[in-house]
């Protein structure tokens, strides 16, 4: 899958998509794998909701996280910002974590999410933090060590553990930020 020709969509594939046959649904997201581009993202989480299919979702699952293409990164952010589903919300911080593309551009969203949403989307988002491979700025990161702070005084029980999760992480990478410097 990749980013040429952006905003076009073949509309033989975009069917198989909302097939109700699971074997033509597979077979478009294998086309998509082969010749697919990133128009056919929210088509796929589309898809990724509508079907109870394990094995569908997975498919789906492994496409999006195989792409290696760094454009489309703030295409998984825009589209995680839009959702109000769960299920998505999941799939899209799986794509982050499990990508090895680079999202900490976005640390801010990803701290939004550990202290805005529920506690699967929460813990997830902490991964995403956690496996940050370059440097944040080191004024966001003392931004959202108080707003941890301050978010966690009026912490529901069960994502404190969370909250004091990620106030770890962002001193251990302040830290790493303070001996860049030097």
């Known amino acids: ?7 076009t969509t073949n509309q033989t594939i975009v069917e198989k998509l909302y097939s109700n046959d699971e074997l033509e649904v597979l077979s478009a997201i294998d086309e998509l794998r082969e010749k697919g581009n990133f128009a056919y993202i929210p088509l796929l989480l589309g898809c990724y ?15 999006l996280t ?3 293409n760094p454009e489309i990164v703030p295409i998984i ?3 995680l910002k839009k959702t109000t589903s769960k299920e998505i919300r999941s799939l899209l911080l799986t794509v982050c974590w499990s990508s090895g593309l680079n999202y900490e551009r976005y640390f801010n969203d990803f701290v939004d999410i550990v202290l805005n949403a ?3 989307s929460a813990f997830e988002a902490l991964t995403v933090i956690d ?13 959202n060590i108080d707003r941890i702070v301050d978010a966690s005084i009026k912490a529901e ?6 909250y004091s ?18």
Do not use: C
Not at 1 to 7: G, I, L, P, S, V
């Open 1 to 7: 899958m990749e980013n040429k020709n952006r905003n």
């Open 49 to 63: 909701e509508r079907k109870d299919s394990t094995l569908i979702r997975r498919k789906i699952t492994e496409l």
């Open 66 to 68: 195989d792409v290696k």
């Open 77 to 79: 952010i825009e589209e």
């Open 118 to 120: 529920d506690y699967l």
């Open 131 to 143: 496996n940050f491979t370059r440097p944040v700025p080191k004024e966001d990161i003392r931004r």
């Open 157 to 162: 029980e069960e994502k404190k553990p969370i």
């Open 165 to 182: 999760e990620l106030f770890s992480i962002l001193h251990r990478m302040e830290k790493e930020a303070a001996e860049g410097e030097n």
